[in-house]
T-cell receptor
Framework: AQTVTQSQPEMSVQEAETVTLSCTYD???????LFWYKQPPSRQMILVIR??????QNATENRFSVNFQKAAKSFSLKISDSQLGDAAMYFC?????????????FGKGTTLSVSS | ETGVTQTPRHLVMGMTNKKSLKCEQH?????MYWYKQSAKKPLELMFV???????ENNSVPSRFSPECPNSSHLFLHLHTLQPEDSALYLC?????????????FGQGTRLTVV
């Protein structure tokens, strides 16, 4: 069974600085998808970024980028130029590509605080 | 309009009560999911419905009973709950046939069992 581990329960960053959130996963599959979700106090889970395992190029979305290391099974999220609105809980998630309709598997999450 | 709507947002119930959580999605998706979010734990997948049929039940206690009457609606019926069942219950949906697709979430129901 696949598992997702986020080893940092809490992280903090100052506005305009850069922060990296860690995620590792365990799988025997070669093709899968990885996601980072953001959960602000409103509780609405929002997709931040997605990575396809067969693509070597790291995904980027504006200030958000990932460092995907397939051999190491590592998928970290880098937030550049942090803003107060980035404060939230961030979840790393895994989905197999071998079967339709499968659910995402999540880590425990990392709470990010941003100070001015 | 968030796409996935959950009601109620908050629920307090006694251990002998029966209540239901409702989830509705307006995205045309045909896979829906119930997750339980407790503090300091990963989101726990409870149930998966694909094409209105339950395809996964991760050993959830029978006091939780899901129902999916059509592809747009998902319910979670609750009865004889325990205090440890207090948590945030999240509903999500995605297009069944697109493995790369993200899951879209509702805002959750904060359940407190007293």
């Amino acid at each position: 069974a696949q598992t997702v581990t986020q080893s940092q329960p809490e992280m903090s960053v100052q506005e305009a600085e850069t922060v990296t959130l860690s995620c590792t996963y365990d799988t025997s599959e070669s093709d899968y998808y990885l996601f980072w979700y953001k959960q602000p106090p409103s509780r609405q889970m929002i997709l931040v970024i997605r990575q396809e395992a067969y693509k070597q190029q790291n995904a980027t979305e504006n200030r958000f980028s990932v460092n995907f290391q397939k051999a190491a099974k590592s998928f970290s999220l880098k937030i550049s130029d942090s803003q107060l609105g980035d404060a939230a809980m961030y979840f790393c998630a895994y989905r197999t590509s071998n079967q339709a309709g499968t659910a995402l598997i999540f880590g425990k999450g990392t709470t990010l605080s941003v100070s001015s | 309009e968030t796409g996935v709507t959950q009601t109620p947002r908050h629920l307090v119930m006694g251990m002998t009560n029966k209540k239901s959580l409702k989830c509705e999605q307006h995205l045309g998706h045909n896979a829906m999911y119930w997750y339980k979010q407790s503090a300091k734990k990963p989101l726990e997948l409870m149930f998966v419905y694909s094409l209105e049929e339950r395809v996964e039940n991760n050993s959830v206690p029978s006091r939780f009973s899901p129902e999916c009457p059509n592809s747009s609606h998902l319910f979670l019926h609750l009865h004889t709950l325990q205090p440890e069942d207090s948590a945030l219950y999240l509903c999500a949906s995605s297009p069944w046939e697109v493995v790369a697709a993200e899951a879209f979430f509702g805002q959750g129901t904060r359940l407190t069992v007293v």
